[in-house]
């Protein structure tokens, strides 16, 4: 039942019992428990819903400017709080599910000035013993007050892999989820500079953002359990495969998947590489990324996939002794000097917030922006430049599949991997035959999966959209791509991801996992606490048949 009462709106569900002042949640008890998840604090500053401006700016309904609140009975499971302020206003619609006892939230808000990014609800007095538990880089366990993750701002699903956060507490907790279906975007904001210990989620609106006026239309959900983590995981997990049929996805995994039990990530054509892997551990249980293996170089001329006559060697070799070999693609960037770009161009991602193309550069080990001169665009394939194609586009996923499948005839792989995969999100250009590119990138994947039966698509990161079709995932550390963050060491053991997809999707490393050095092996070490495959990069075939400690152990995890 939901009351309004002395200006409080009251929730009692079969789960939880809450109360919600001037739109902040001020108390959340769990009845089966007796906790309370939200500690005393004023309500006096502040305000429990913004608009954000795609600028960064906020406006609310704080003091300072008129403001009034008030309070509308729907039924008696559902209170609407409308705010009426100087610059927006908004209305904040509070129900209970009945079957899961989840207290609903969906915020919503509005202004006459245009440029509107998102709507923000906060949830303040998280006590200062929780810990955030959240789907980044494969999943984190952190308080909020952690450097890691302090005052940040996650975007789903590029870094928030999957829309719940969940805040454990010595003994249980409260988790936020939103069960949207339909590619909505939304994000995650930890903390303000005055106040660490508070979370808000952010329902974004749809690109353009020039002219919209309005943000609002996903549920928020929250609940309270009992237990740790995996308690809530995997109730968000059972929804999951429920909202998307996964069972289905599941039966068209190749048989192959699941006893890989190594991985190579970059690869050359080496072929004495694979006889020194051979010589250590049972090539049908080795995965290779093999990322050299085209008459052109490395990351130029996307998207001719035409192999070289080594890498055509290579394969047949390898398949021979029954490797399991995955050649480099892309599922979106392509090389603007290509032909195709002629057909394309006017479908590149565009920044959400300035419009620009998305893309990017390399030069002399450093990356560069992708040039928005067009000229420049046709003159610089040696500086490995590519620009995004929305993938929302039939004709781009026609074309790409065209194109990976003649580079792919006459080799004997059960697999390819396309780059990139966790490249998607809001756009400028958000919505191509009314598909956002997440949708898209699905829809992608699915779409070179069923090249032949049981075929491997792997990619790059993982979140819960691309974990349905993708049957490897080549995973990023927290914020250590191609090098190592401070502290990268308290991120480790919190396998989210790995119990929410590991079923449909396995994981392996990305770089510098050669073991050398004692950064390499922490890298390596925290890949496997979150359920990678072993996996080593750049090393040579003399040092796999003399591996380092490291990789000898490595190999003994891989073959016991």
């Known amino acids: ?28 008890r769990a009845k089966t428990s007796g906790a309370e998840w939200v500690a005393p604090f004023s309500t006096e500053h502040g305000s429990p819903l913004e608009l954000v401006y795609r600028d960064g700016r906020t406006v609310g309904f704080g ?12 039924s008696d499971y559902c209170v609407e709080v409308r705010f009426h302020g100087w610059d927006a206003d908004g209305v904040l619609r509070i129900s209970e599910c009945q079957q899961t006892g989840d207290l609903l939230l969906e915020p919503a808000a509005y202004s006459a000035q245009g440029g509107v990014r998102a709507c923000r609800w906060w949830v303040r007095g998280i006590p200062q013993d929780v810990e955030l538990v959240a789907p980044f880089y494969q999943g984190i366990k952190l308080p909020l007050t952690d450097g890691l993750i302090s005052q940040s701002h996650w975007i789903w699903p590029i870094h928030w892999e999957a829309g719940l956060a969940i805040l454990q507490g010595v003994k249980g907790g409260f988790w936020i989820h939103t069960e949207d279906t339909a590619y909505s975007y ?14 808000a989620v952010d329902t974004e609106a749809y690109g353009p953002l020039d002219a919209n006026l309005a943000a609002g239309g996903l549920t928020w959900r929250i609940n309270v359990y009992d237990g740790d983590w995996q308690v809530p995981a995997e109730s968000y997990k059972k929804w999951l495969w429920q909202a998307y049929g996964l069972e289905k996805n599941l039966a068209r995994r190749p048989e192959w998947m699941e006893q890989i039990r190594f991985a190579v990530s970059w690869c050359s054509s080496d072929p004495d590489m694979l006889d020194a892997l051979a010589e250590k551990i049972d090539p049908s249980k080795v995965l290779i990324h093999l990322s050299q293996w085209r008459t052109h170089a490395y990351d130029e001329n996307y998207p001719d996939y035409t192999p070289s006559a080594a890498a055509k060697a290579f394969i047949a ?11 480099h ?7 603007p000097s290509h032909p195709a770009y002629h057909w394309l161009r006017d479908f590149e991602y565009r920044d959400v917030l300035h419009q620009g193309r998305l893309g990017w550069g390399w030069e002399d080990g450093r990356v560069l922006s992708v040039p928005n001169a067009n000229a420049s665009l046709q003159e610089n394939r040696w500086r490995k430049v590519m620009v995004k194609i929305h993938p929302g586009l039939s004709m781009w996923r026609s074309m790409l599949t065209e194109e990976i499948r003649k580079g792919l005839a006459g080799l004997d792989v059960d697999g390819v991997f396309i780059d990139v995969t966790l490249c998607s999100g809001n756009l400028h250009n958000c919505l191509v035959e009314n598909t956002t590119s997440t949708e898209g990138m699905k829809l992608l994947i699915d779409q070179l999966a069923g090249i032949s039966a049981g075929f491997a698509v792997a990619g790059e990161g993982l979140n819960e959209i691309t974990a349905q079709g993708l049957s490897f995932a080549q995973a990023h550390l927290f914020r250590s791509h ?32 050669s073991g050398k050095t004692d950064e390499e092996q922490l890298r390596s070490r925290v890949h496997l606490s979150l359920g990678a495959i072993p996996t080593i990069t750049g090393l040579s075939p003399e040092e796999i048949r003399h591996p380092n400690p490291y990789v000898q152990e490595l190999l003994a995890m891989a073959t016991s």
């Open 1 to 28: 039942m939901i009351r309004v009462i002395d200006g409080k709106v009251c929730v009692d569900t079969r789960t939880l019992e809450a109360e919600i002042t001037g739109g902040y949640l001020t108390s959340l």
């Open 63 to 74: 003091k300072g400017k008129p403001v009034t609140l008030s309070y509308h009975t729907v």
């Open 186 to 199: 939304k994000a995650l904001q930890i903390g303000r500079p005055d106040e660490p210990n508070c979370l």
């Open 317 to 327: 070799k390898g398949r021979a002794m029954g490797f399991h070999i995955l050649p």
């Open 329 to 335: 693609c892309n599922s979106v960037d392509m090389d």
């Open 482 to 513: 191609h090098s190592s963050c401070s502290g990268l060491e308290r991120t480790a053991g919190c396998s989210l991801n790995d119990l929410l997809f590991g079923d449909l999707c396995r994981t392996f490393g990305y770089s510098r996992l």
